[in-house]
């Protein structure tokens, strides 16, 4: 079966920095989007990554603070930029696989700890 | 009001229950609708998905989506403890973007 991975799997950031999460797919994708999942909350969308544009964000997320490049159909990377203990988060991608319906499939997930 | 609103549980159940998570959703627009499983620090994991109205079996799980009611559930039936998981339900319409519960922490008990 196809495989999304991200990397780094985790890390442990000070507050102030910047850390891009690589999102690689081996097969080609229709969509690809970043979530977050917060403690005790539902994932929440931040952007649909646009292969070769600007991404698309949601409402309460901004290019500044998570800047995202796809400069292919398998491949992505989010930034999240002058990070606070509030972006302390599991960041993930999610693929629609080309030639499929609306099955939207994860990658593992980036745990990122801001201290 | 979130568009999509789930019982958080926690839920704990016997080996070899029957488990019925549930969620209702209020946006007219959404077609189809997903159910992941999500273990402890994994990605969650497409379970079933189900697009518009009716049932769909899977081996032991079942997913019922009722558009009149706005109401989507799934079943577990002979439940083991490897089903030990949170259990997210999601919605989406035709621009790809899911809308996510708060997800149902699941506990099987050998």
């Known amino acids: 079966s196809a495989v999304i991975s991200q990397k780094p799997s985790r890390d442990i950031c000070q507050r102030g920095t910047s850390l891009t999460i690589q999102c690689q797919v081996d097969?080609?994708?229709?969509?690809m989007f970043w979530y977050r999942q917060q403690p005790g909350q539902s994932l929440t969308l931040i952007a649909t990554?646009?292969?070769?544009?600007?991404?698309?964000?949601e409402s309460g997320f901004v290019i500044d603070k998570f800047p995202i490049s796809r400069p292919n159909l398998t491949f992505s990377t989010l930034t999240v930029s002058n990070m606070s203990p509030e972006d302390s988060s599991i960041y993930l991608c999610s693929v629609v696989w080309a030639g499929t319906d609306y099955e939207q499939y994860f990658g593992p997930g980036t745990r990122l700890t801001v201290t | 009001q979130k568009e999509v609103e789930q019982d958080p549980g926690p839920l704990s159940v016997p080996e070899g229950a029957i488990v019925s998570l549930n969620c209702t959703y209020s946006n007219s627009a959404f077609q189809y609708f997903m159910w992941y499983r999500q273990y402890s620090r994994k990605g969650p994991e497409l379970l079933m998905y189900t697009y518009s109205s009716g049932n769909k079996e899977d081996g032991r799980f079942t997913a019922q989506v009722d558009k009149s009611s706005k109401y989507i559930s799934l079943f577990i039936r002979d439940s083991q403890p490897s089903d030990s998981a949170t259990y997210l339900c999601?919605?989406?319409?035709?621009?790809?973007?899911?809308?996510f519960g708060k997800g149902t922490l699941l506990t099987v008990n050998p």
């Open positions: 999601a919605s989406g319409g035709s621009n790809y973007k899911l809308t």
């Open positions: 097969s080609q994708v229709t969509m």
């Open positions: 990554a646009n292969q070769g544009s600007e991404a698309t964000y």
